[in-house]
């Protein structure tokens, strides 16, 4: 295949298993969902298993909950037909009241709800009833859809004709239930003046919602004429004690529990789980603990609910060691928990990170047949994220129609954060359209991680989107994500983007601080927007942040670039009027100017601040002195040097200055006499010199100066940098003059070598044509190490070796070597291996490397391309 631009794939990372126990999968054929094995002891080893089997194995588990009953068809209906009337009307359905009320319970959402209740009203011979009334409006009391329910209850004050039922009850009830007591009561008023009155259920209700808005005296009142006019129930008691718990009367609450024991008038589970509700509440845990076992050992009411109210209690209370505890020990006797219960304490586990506990709970629910609820479902969501399987929790996030998964803001933001951690941005994207579609934006977590990758990823259009979703929803970005976002565009080369940013967040002053300024600056400025990056640099100072040397660089270079030098003098103007004459950023005004090779201009600036009477220091004349080397007037540094002599003796740093500016503009030979000016002197020059001077020698050719250089920078003193060394190896591997200049020096003799010029002589003898001899490529890299510390660009040199000489299993090997060491291959140490297959005609091994390469996020060079087309075209 010819390759005419890369096309990268992206990579899918293996996930390993974090399970602690081992999940028996039968064959995929079996229809039966494959059983859990016990728990195996803690030495038994995590097992990578397949997600997909994994997935399967909860998606039966999650289905097995569903169970296809007409209820599940008329769900189905509701929340897939958009309009279901026509559907459910096929379906021939005898309505009454518990069949209405069951459907109601099966619902999920509101929507459906109310598309069902609406259209059963509606069916000739079936009325809608108290009971049905009070479903629907719990329903949307649960959605806190409030002004929903309240702006019903109007329109169905003004049609009292159209319903049969008991009008004043329910719209009592229905007030009641929405929080409106004021309303209901004066309703209720209104009844009995009318010579009405409420029936039995709708007094309770009418109570409950008392207690609930704390009319605790208006309930006092109410309960004494439900006593009178015979229309207690079992309820009666309840919200009596209810009342009793919310006013935290609980030595009440308690005599009143105990009165009704002995009187025989019988107590309900559900009156024990409130007391021991209201006195952990109430932080009485010691009382609660011991009205639980008190009662427990009595026997006298079912006491499920109380134990789950006293685990839940216990877990609020950060009591997580003492709920399970006491799960485990009611369980020997045959309590099974609720589910909440169960939900609690896997979702208390999950934020405590104890995955293998969460993981023993969901055998203990499967082993016990609890059918997982919608709660359920996300927490295992959630523990699959949290355990590393992000492959699991997207397939069962793919099946969510299947099995009816609904997800809550938790999952969504737990789903989105462990694919981000996985490089799957596009998925995590996916994932949060279907969390806004369905109403959740992402929590300040999920939010940051989700916008660090796509800054990170320059997914810059997506990410537009997702601060557009968060603005929609009066959601500000914090500064944190600004500044990430900013920085990506400018990198992009939309710094106009980004500096509209704080305008489009209204929070100019909060966002733009130190890093944006970086930011913008730097992207104005790579876009040659000179104007822009200076009017920024001013606004930074205007703003209280001091911007550095690096940042008056690029503004100088870029005004340079684009022929406005006299923006820079300008700019020197405007900082000795802006405050106390500062010769730093008149200093830094000079180095831009070298850097941008405009040496007359760092004059120029050098000239006003001395009219200005600011002295130039030491600093300032170095950076002088730079600016002419850079630019190459050698004339200009050697008289602006002569210069510095007069005034003061040479100092080590001028000489490494000159040496260094000298040999990267390629004058090796002017370079050479500043150093033997330098060694007769007896000072000694820096590391970075010698290293420059190593590297200019060996571009000249100039081996035998070479190694003068080596046997006197051992003189030195100094540690051998790996700079030197990568060097020596390079051009040792290139040919062997670099050899044979050392052996003719009289290097060559090893015993009369001291250690480091020993390494030295071992390094350039062993690699100078010692590449091609096959006993010393086993252990290639490990010969470098002796030496000098090794990095990358080491490595990808020994690669370059071992690939010319068309030794590419041993370049496949040492690749190998490298990662296991940790070190992290670059876009050339592919390019290397890639473009040896190539050489030698490897066109398949070549194409595999290069799909890898794709998949790290490398590209190959040009060269490698077109020998690549190259072969593949000749066959």
Same mark, same amino acid.
């Given at each position: ?40 002891p803690p030495s038994s080893r995590i097992l990578d298993l397949d997600p997909k089997l994994v997935a399967s194995f909860f998606k039966e588990w999650f289905k097995s909950s569903k169970t296809h009953t007409i209820f599940h068809i008329i769900s189905k209906i509701l929340s897939s037909h958009? =309009? #279901? ?37 509606? =069916? ?69 003046? =009318? ?15 008392? @207690? ?9 009142? &109410? ?40 009187? +025989? ?56 060691? +003492? ?15 609720? &589910? ?29 047949? &609890? ?20 492959? @699991? ?9 299947? &099995? ?53 990823? +320059? ?107 006299? =923006? ?44 200005? +009477?600011?002295? #130039? ?24 040097? *002569? ?34 000016? @330098? ?5 000694? #020059? ?39 060394? *990568? ?55 490990? @010969? ?25 299993? %041993? ?26 297959? %190539? ?37």
């Amino acid at each position: 295949m010819l390759i005419t631009r890369p096309t990268a794939t992206a990579a899918r990372v293996r996930l390993r298993v974090f399970l602690s126990k081992t999940i028996l999968i039968t064959s995929p054929f079996s229809t039966l969902p494959p059983p859990f094995l016990p728990p195996p002891p803690p030495s038994s080893r995590i097992l990578d298993l397949d997600p997909k089997l994994v997935a399967s194995f909860f998606k039966e588990w999650f289905k097995s909950s569903k169970t296809h009953t007409i209820f599940h068809i008329i769900s189905k209906i509701l929340s897939s037909h958009p =309009q #279901p009337e026509s559907a459910l009307s096929q379906l021939g359905l005898r309505l009454s009241e518990e069949f209405v009320l069951k459907v109601l319970s099966h619902q999920n959402d509101v929507l459906p709800s109310l598309k069902f209740f609406d259209w059963a009203g509606r =069916q000739p011979g079936y009325h809608h009833t108290r009971a049905t009334y009070h479903s629907i409006f719990k329903i949307l009391s649960r959605a806190k859809l409030m002004t929903v329910m309240v702006d019903w209850l109007e329109a169905f004050s003004i049609q009292r004709n159209a319903y049969p039922v008991r009008f004043h009850d329910i719209l009592v009830l229905g007030y009641a239930v929405a929080g409106k007591s004021d309303v209901a009561l004066q309703l209720f008023g209104k009844m009995r003046f =009318q010579g009405l009155d409420l029936d039995s259920f709708t007094y309770h209700v009418l109570l409950n919602s008392l @207690v609930e808005e704390r009319c605790f005296d208006i309930v006092d009142v &109410i309960l004494k004429q439900v006593a009178m006019r015979g229309l207690s129930n079992a309820m009666t008691p309840c919200i009596r004690m209810k009342s009793l718990c919310k006013q935290s009367r609980l030595d009440e609450a308690e005599a009143f529990i105990r009165e009704l024991d002995l009187g +025989g008038e019988g107590i309900s589970g559900h009156m024990v789980s409130m007391l021991v509700d209201a006195l952990c509440k109430d932080e009485k845990f010691e009382e609660a603990k011991r009205f639980v076992e008190e009662f427990g050992k009595l026997g006298k009411v079912p006491m499920s609910r109380t134990y789950s109210i006293w685990i839940s209690d216990l877990i609020e209370a950060g009591k997580i060691d +003492g709920a399970m505890d006491f799960l485990q020990i009611k369980k020997a006797e045959g309590y099974v928990p609720a &589910i909440f219960c169960y939900n609690k304490l896997i979702c208390s586990l999950l934020r405590g990170n104890r995955l293998d506990e969460v993981y023993d709970l969901l055998m203990e629910m499967r082993e016990e047949k &609890i059918l997982p609820d919608r709660l359920t479902m996300n927490a295992v969501l959630c523990f699959f994220c949290k355990a590393g399987m992000v492959e @699991v929790a997207l397939q069962l996030y793919n099946l969510r129609y299947e &099995i009816k998964l609904s997800l809550n803001r938790l999952a969504y933001n737990h789903l989105i954060n462990a694919l981000c951690g996985d490089g799957s941005i596009d998925e995590a994207c996916r994932v949060l359209d279907d969390s806004l579609k369905q109403g959740y934006f992402p929590g300040k977590r999920a939010f940051y991680i989700l916008a660090d990758a796509l800054c990170r990823e +320059g997914k810059l259009d997506k990410m537009s989107k997702l601060v557009d979703a968060a603005l929609q929803r009066s959601i500000t970005p914090s500064s944190a994500i600004c500044a990430k976002y900013m920085s990506a565009l400018c990198k992009a080369g939309r710094a106009d983007e980004a500096y509209s940013i704080p305008v489009k967040l209204n929070k100019t002053n909060h966002v733009l601080h130190r890093p944006a300024y970086f930011h913008l600056i730097r992207g104005f400025s790579e876009l040659r927007r000179g104007d822009m990056a200076l009017r920024l640099l001013l606004e930074m100072q205007d703003s209280g942040h001091s911007p550095t040397r690096n940042l008056y660089r690029a503004v100088v270079c870029c005004l340079c670039e684009t022929g406005n030098m006299e =923006q820079v003098l300008n700019l020197l103007d405007l900082q000795l009027l802006r405050q106390e004459p500062d010769r730093r950023i008149c200093n830094y005004l000079i180095d831009g100017a070298g850097h941008a090779g405009k040496p007359d201009l760092g004059k120029e600036v050098l000239e006003r601040m001395t009219a200005r +009477g600011i002295k #130039p220091n030491i600093d300032t004349k170095y950076l002088m002195l730079k600016s002419y080397l850079r630019s190459k007037r050698f004339a200009d540094a050697l008289n602006f040097y *002569n210069d510095m002599c007069k005034e003061n003796e040479p100092s080590t740093r001028l000489y490494n200055i000159m040496i260094v500016g000298l040999c990267i503009a390629k004058k090796t030979d002017l370079a050479l006499d500043f150093w033997r000016e @330098v060694r007769e002197k007896e000072l000694i #020059p820096s590391l970075h010199c010698y290293e420059e001077l190593i590297h200019s020698l060996c571009l000249a050719g100039d081996f035998d100066m070479v190694v003068k250089i080596l046997n006197d920078f051992e003189k030195s003193g100094r540690r051998i940098s790996s700079f030197i060394c *990568n060097v020596l190896l390079l051009y040792t591997l290139k040919s062997r003059q670099l050899n044979r200049a050392w052996i003719q020096s009289g290097n060559g003799d090893v015993k009369a070598l001291d250690s480091l010029n020993l390494k030295l002589s071992q390094l350039i003898s062993a690699f100078s044509g010692g590449i091609r001899v096959k006993q010393n490529l086993d252990n290639l890299e490990e @010969v470098v190490e002796q030496w000098f510390p090794a990095d990358i660009y080491t490595y990808n040199m020994l690669l370059k070796g071992l690939t010319m000489e068309g030794r590419m299993d %041993c370049a496949c090997d040492l690749f190998n070597r490298i990662c296991n060491q940790g070190h992290k291959p670059n876009r050339f140490t592919y390019d290397i291996i890639i473009h040896g297959f %190539c050489k030698w005609r490897r066109t398949k091994d070549a194409e595999r490397w290069m799909e890898e390469m794709y998949q790290k996020g490398f590209y190959p060079t040009w060269c490698t391309i077109s020998l690549f087309n190259n072969i593949a075209s000749n066959g």
